[in-house]
């Protein structure tokens, strides 16, 4: 990977960005989410002279760059020169020149002031010549000291599993599943760590692996990408999906739960058909008391380990588990060929409802329903 310093001043820059040939949004990034208080104290380290720190960019095709880090920074500074937001002359310390320029915006600075506002340098550096798994691992060190979410670190990584991730991710959100339906948005990159998860667990065959945030960062690192039975596989699984909860009058998931029903779907063939109510169907049990006990332990099994404890293998299991045994016992859907139902058969005959955890425990054989194929 080759690093080559560039130092244009801030109105090169900007232009740059509003042509499009610095994308300050490319699809590894998460959203712009500096609050103005912040913006405006770039700004007054900008005014005053002061060193800001480097912006990486990464080459791509034409020519054009990929904020790599440097994304916030970039968008204050495009935003005050839009006159989204004006000089706050009070920030400390006092400086009686910064002071003068308080509640200006960009178009009402002085004429000499904006322009030396305009040749400040900035400091970058383009990256080139690198290896997919390059580019993630220096956005990582960049960014160690904040809280990146497990999302926004590795989508960070170039190459071509991350792409395929990302049009799954499009397709999810394209089908209508946002915070209005779901109950969670993709503003941390949630559902790229959900898609990710789901692709990993479809690969290896198993959800009976630790779902570790360096297990799935691992993979994406990797070059290959997902063959086309695994991308067809989760595909589809996110169109099942999709189709279910548009029949479900309400549904307030979170990323644990989301991950259990894209699973669910995944156990279907492409040509077995599961019932596209049950989603609404399981989703209503909780507000209904279902008479059956067995049936309640499963549902407050399902929402317990969604919330605590979610990626625990276990959980993972469990939560599977609990759907199938619904999706048997009390919905009477069909089973796909790949679901044992023995292993449901003998778990509600060992089990009562106080004991529901107790019976999976001790006669679920959790490695061979773990399998997905």
């Known amino acids: 990977m080759k690093l080559s310093p560039w130092e244009p001043d801030l109105k090169t820059v900007v232009g740059r960005i509003d042509d499009g040939d610095i994308d300050l949004q490319p699809e590894f990034q998460r959203q712009e989410i500096w609050p103005v208080a912040k913006k405006k104290r770039l700004i007054d380290t900008i005014i005053r002279g002061w060193s800001i720190p480097p912006v990486f960019l990464v080459v791509v095709a034409d020519g054009r760059m990929d904020v790599l880090d440097g994304q916030q920074r970039l968008a204050a500074i495009r935003d005050f020169i839009r006159n989204d937001f004006a ?36 400091r970058c550096f383009k990256i080139t010549d690198y290896r997919p798994d390059e580019p993630s691992e220096l956005f990582y060190r960049l960014n160690q000291p904040t809280m990146l979410t497990a999302g926004e670190q590795r989508n ?18 394209e089908l209508g599943n946002n915070k ?20 990993v667990f479809i690969e290896a065959n198993t959800i009976g692996i630790k ?7 691992q993979r994406f690192k990797e070059r290959a990408e997902f063959d086309h039975q695994v991308y067809r596989a989760a595909d589809l699984a996110v169109e099942r999906f999709s ?17 259990s029903w894209l699973l669910f779907f995944t156990r279907f063939d492409a040509d077995e058909n599961p019932n596209p109510l049950f989603m609404d169907f399981f989703s209503d049990l909780r507000s209904r008391s279902p008479e059956h006990p067995l049936t309640s332990a499963a549902v407050e099994l399902f929402h317990d ?3 605590l404890r979610v990626t625990d293998v276990s959980s993972v299991v469990y939560r599977d588990f609990v759907l199938w045994l619904v ?47």
């Open 327 to 373: 999706y048997l016992a009390e919905f009477g859907g069909e089973p796909p060929r790949r679901v044992l139902t023995d292993e449901v058969i003998e778990v509600v005959n060992e089990a009562e409802a106080a004991n529901l955890p107790e019976a999976l425990a001790t006669h679920l054989n959790s490695q061979r329903w773990s399998r997905l194929k």
């Open 243 to 259: 189709t279910a909860r548009t029949r479900a009058d309400s549904m307030r998931l979170n990323k644990a739960s989301s991950l």
């Open 305 to 307: 380990r969604s919330s």
């Open 156 to 173: 960070a990584f170039f190459g071509p599993a991350r792409e395929q991730l990302k049009v799954l991710v499009k397709k999810f959100e």
């Open 87 to 122: 000089v706050d002359g009070s920030i400390t310390p006092p400086d009686d020149s910064v002071s003068a320029l308080d509640g200006m915006f960009y178009n009402m600075l002085p004429a000499g002031q904006r322009r030396i506002l305009d040749q400040y340098t900035l």
């Open 211 to 217: 779902g570790t945030e360096s297990t799935i960062s």
């Open 180 to 199: 209005s339906t779901i109950g969670f948005s993709n503003a941390r990159l949630a559902y790229d760590d959900i898609v990710a998860r789901l692709l």
